[in-house]
T-cell receptor, first 114, second 111 residues
Framework: GQQLNQSPQSMFIQEGEDVSMNCTSS?????WLWYKQDPGEGPVLLIA?????ELTSNGRLTAQFGITRKDSFLNISASIPSDVGIYFC??????????????FGEGTQLTVNP | SQTIHQWPATLVQPVGSPLSLECTVE??????LYWYRQAAGRGLQLLFY??????ISSEVPQNLSASRPQDRQFILSSKKLLLSDSGFYLC??????????FGPGTRLTVL
């Protein structure tokens, strides 16, 4: 089955530092998504990428859709304490009969020390 | 705008008891609906998805079941809970071929 390898599993950084995490797959995806989950809440969509090579920003967040369509990265610049949480990548293959199921990475737990 | 609701927010149930978790979506029609389980705050496991009323696809064999009695209502059920059913249950919706949006989740503890 499809698998996404997300790394690193966890990160401990100081406030103000930049963060980078990535996901790789053996399969090609048509869409890459990045979510953030705060403790006890549902994941919230941060960035969606639709084209190979696409680079998209959302405030201090920047994500790229790999040119091979098998990888994506997420960067967070100038981290702040509220960036704490679990970040998930997800790949999507559009299939008319499968309801656009997502394949999720295992998540990156980010801790920001003030 | 679209919103997704889940209830209850938390639930503590004894082993062997039945379960019913509800998810409803507002502000959209004919959504795709999904049930996920998350253990220990990591890894989302897709349990069921539905592309329409009465249409349920199961991803993982288990003692859980899902139903979609109305267009924007998705229910997760069990006749007899197991200890291993404990976890954080998330409902999500999407339109065909687009991103998924998650509800607030239900924390289930089976004792």
């Amino acid at each position: 089955g499809q698998q996404l390898n997300q790394s690193p599993q966890s990160m401990f950084i100081q406030e103000g530092e930049d963060v980078s995490m990535n996901c790789t797959s053996s399969s090609i995806f048509n869409t890459w998504l990045w979510y953030k989950q705060d403790p006890g809440e549902g994941p919230v969509l941060l960035i969606a990428l639709y084209k190979a090579g696409e680079l998209t920003s959302n405030g201090r967040l920047t994500a790229q859709f790999g040119i091979t369509r098998k990888d994506s990265f997420l960067n967070i610049s100038a981290s702040i304490p509220s960036d704490v949480g679990i970040y998930f990548c997800a790949g999507q293959q559009r299939k008319e009969t499968s309801g656009s199921r997502l394949t999720f990475g295992e998540g990156t737990q980010l801790t920001v020390n003030p | 705008s679209q919103t997704i609701h889940q209830w209850p927010a938390t639930l503590v149930q004894p082993v062997g008891s039945p379960l019913s978790l509800e998810c409803t979506v507002e502000g959209t029609s004919n959504p795709n609906l999904y049930w996920y389980r998350q253990a220990a705050g990591r890894g989302l496991q897709l349990l069921f998805y539905s592309v329409g009323i009465g249409q349920i696809s199961s991803e993982v064999p288990q003692n859980l079941s899902a139903s979609r009695p109305q267009d924007r209502q998705f229910i997760l059920s069990s006749k007899k809970l197991l200890l291993s059913d404990s976890g954080f249950y998330l409902c999500a919706w999407s339109q065909q071929g687009t991103e998924q949006f998650f509800g607030p989740g239900t924390r289930l503890t089976v004792l």
